[in-house]
């Protein structure tokens, strides 16, 4: 497996957190983790499977998928090759009016964001492109041109930035009252803009924080003791709804991009 990152231009980076490339040269399976990010995903060549819920189904050609609370297993086929570009926090916004909390757990056409002639058109593009450096170019020409007047939400802003300070452990409430919001005010505006309410996308931080921080800490219940478990078998509950494995499980086998 070729696994390649490229930062976006200075016009897309506000919305854009990275482009992925992946390009297979032998069938591999890999976890994909919940994100904070929506993603778009172009596979032009090959094919992939991803299974959910015990359900294996094709990857389509052309995938927008928004944040959601589970893993999913994805397997690339020999000679498939996929684009994915991760939006920031509320990118998805800069391009489009569709409410980021619709794709919540989902993954739809893209055509609910972007035209589909200009998305087949990018796709065919990628497949002929001669090389990634040409791929990248063509992909940000794609979103360049369907860049909207960007509205930005300082108060969405200013608690994403409690939240990921915090490394997930804030209280909602605490939240609200800090940009003068009632607490339905906030969870409406915050998942409209970001794909998730505020408690959920918290989550997700704090697991990954616990992920990320776990080969540093003397046990795994110090580690959840740090990321604000107090209840293990709550832990667990979390952890295997976000992993798809007990945390033994995943700390043995665990490969992230």
Request: glycine fraction near 4%; hydrophobic fraction near 40%; avoid cysteine.
């Amino acid at each position: 497996m070729i696994l390649q990152k490229f930062h976006p231009t200075a016009p897309l980076a506000p919305f854009i957190k990275e482009y992925t490339l992946i390009e297979s040269e032998q069938d591999f399976s890999n976890t994909i983790l919940p994100n904070v990010g929506i993603v778009l995903s172009f596979r032009y060549q090959g094919n992939i499977m991803i299974m959910e819920n015990d359900q294996t189904a094709l990857l389509p050609a052309i995938v927008l998928s928004g944040l959601r609370k589970s893993a999913r297993q994805v397997t690339y086929h020999k000679g498939a090759s996929n684009l994915l570009v991760t939006f920031k926090e509320g990118g998805i916004t800069a391009f489009s009016q569709v409410r980021a909390n619709e794709l919540f757990g989902l993954s739809v056409d893209a055509a609910h964001v972007f035209p589909t002639p200009s998305l087949l058109e990018v796709l065919e593009k990628l497949a002929l492109a001669s090389n990634h450096v040409l791929r990248i170019e063509q992909l940000e020409a794609f979103l360049l041109k369907h860049l909207k007047e960007p509205q930005p939400d300082q108060a969405i802003s200013h608690v994403l930035q409690q939240i990921n300070a915090s490394q997930g452990l804030v209280r909602m409430k605490d939240l609200a009252q800090s940009v003068y919001l009632s607490q339905d005010a906030f969870e409406k505006r915050f998942r409209a803009r970001i794909g998730s309410t505020p408690r959920q996308f918290a989550s997700i931080i704090r697991l990954q924080q616990l992920i990320k921080q776990y080969p540093h800490a003397s046990s795994l219940t110090e580690a959840s003791y740090e990321a604000g478990y107090f209840d293990q078998s709550h832990f667990i509950k979390d952890f295997r709804l976000f992993t798809g494995q007990t945390p033994s499980q995943f700390f043995k086998s665990v490969q992230l991009w």
